[in-house]
């Protein structure tokens, strides 16, 4: 009897790592379905260009070798942006004999990156849209100017006059999706609307698929080829009277696109949006005339939906003669890969 009491805790303990065993091997079979479904099947090589703009001045010399220096100056990525490296490196070990070079240093600093996020829909400053004088950035564009767009009550293509800015970020950056086209290309961020297929329905620009078709002034239909990512400055949203706009990187480029993003179905929310800054106008005539005088301009009505700016920062504080440039490299590299 007393070897039955004590085998019955010895089967309940292996059962137990048994059912540990199992669950562990559930959880790495669903991580390895999780990694392969996400990354595919064999490995990925990713090839990450990095410019350098930076300058490194020597701040204390011993014996004619310099013992404290500081790298100021710019790291730019054509994936994410630009950085500001502000990099001091102190000198942790040298030569044994006098005035022996350094061979080992500690670096502390920061690498520092400020932008807007994508929870607004917008377009990039350089973007073109077409007026009766011709083309036109979109950076360049005032209240009361007049962009070609679509009335849908007729079909017609027609001049509609910008009535408001709801959005226009002179100096933000950020990523967005970079459209090819038959026509050429489109860069706009993820949520914002775009007129697809035949029946000129918008979606967000993140659900497009290539073979998907957009609209373009002429009436014809412009495939789209391929869908990439491209960082820019600036983020700009104009409303205009008929609440839409053609817009791309060049003239030849421009599709149709909503002023509204973030709202599945922008055509339902149109009569409204005009309502409200119909009666404002009434009792705040200058509703409109804030971006004149605000380079980071929101419309006070909508100001609610924009993020905030966020800040990247690297923080760089170590011992290792790694230069920092080449732990953002990793570091970025780990997050591509990732």
Known sequence: MHNLKATAPQAIQTEAASMVADARLLVFVALSLCSVSLQGCGGHRHRIAFGFDVEVR???????????????????TPENGNFHADINYQCTEAGSLIGKQCHKWKQTGTMEQHYRGSGWGCLPGNATVIT??????????MIGDKLLGV??????????????WLHRDMDSSTSMLALRTEAGALVISDKHNVAAGKGGSYVYASSLQVGQTLWAPNGSQVALLEIGREFVQGLFSPLTD??????????????LVHSFAHCPWPR??????????????????EVHEGYKHDRHYVHPLFSSLVDAPEQYRYVVDTGSPMPVAERLMQETADTVSG
């Open 151 to 164: 009335d849908h009550s007729s079909g017609e293509r027609v001049f509609s006059k910008v009535r408001a």
């Open 58 to 76: 020597c701040v204390r010399q011993e014996l004619g070798h310099c013992k404290t220096w500081k790298q100021q100056g710019r790291v730019a």
């Open 242 to 255: 008929t609440s839409n706009f053609f817009v791309g990187a060049t003239q030849d480029s421009t599709v």
């Open 268 to 285: 339902w929310f149109e009569m409204g949006v005009h309502a409200l800054m119909s009666v404002t106008e009434l009792f705040w005539h």
């Open 132 to 141: 009766p004088n011709g083309p036109l950035p979109l950076s360049d564009v």
